[in-house]
């Protein structure tokens, strides 16, 4: 039950692993995290590549698998929310379940590394990518793109996970732009709660600095730069 709630659905397919191992290019000084290690698939891939690996996982069934398919000293397994440790690394790599896209993005943005390659559902990447004015653009969309640039590897069929999930993913590089504070998000996430009223009456209804020269314009068509010029 638990499983399902936090929406795991386990990376087996080996392709996919050495996809997102390579297109990490974690070199031998560098620190690597991995969130979610499930069965331990993708860190048992990981193991020796940098000069260190931290692997976090919150369910103990799957920790206990994966300590015992890497072995102690190999890597620092934690039976942990890496969201809420917040380790310091220089490359991420995970395959993140569903359920923590939203957490991902909002911990990403505030996080200081050189890289990561992630892979998400694609209905959520279609969200974090839409552009100002678009159905989809949200709070989340201007959090991804004023904090990070992100590019799109590939289209990961559902085939390669245990038990498919009932969409595809998209295999994800992403690198900082800059470093958002928790108190900005708070103020993205107050705006967009009101995104299809005027600039100008969200801002005096949350009681933020008015900006006369965005006129009439509704908040869903600001861009991230305009976002984060208000919010930041």
Known sequence: MRRRKLGQH?????????????????????SVVEIGTGRGALTERLVGLGKSLEGYEVDSGNYQKTL?????????????????ARPTFDVLVSSLPYSRSLDFVEWISQRKYDRAVVLLQEDFVDKLLS????RD???????AQISSSIMEIGRISRAAFDPPPRVNSLL???RPILSLSEPEIVRIKRLFSLRRREVSSVLAELKMKPEPRYGRRR????????VHGICG
Request: no cysteine; net charge negative; proline share 8%.
């Open 131 to 134: 552009p100002p004015g678009s």
């Open 172 to 174: 994800l590089s992403v």
């Open 68 to 84: 015992a398919k890497v072995g102690k000293g190999r890597a620092t397994l934690h039976l942990a929310d890496a969201f809420e």
């Open 137 to 143: 653009y949200r709070a989340v969309s201007a959090i």
């Open 10 to 30: 386990y990376l087996v397919d080996p392709e996919v692993i050495e996809e997102m191992v390579s297109a990490a290019e974690i070199r031998p000084s560098e």
């Open 219 to 226: 908040v869903y068509s600001l861009s991230p730069q305009e």
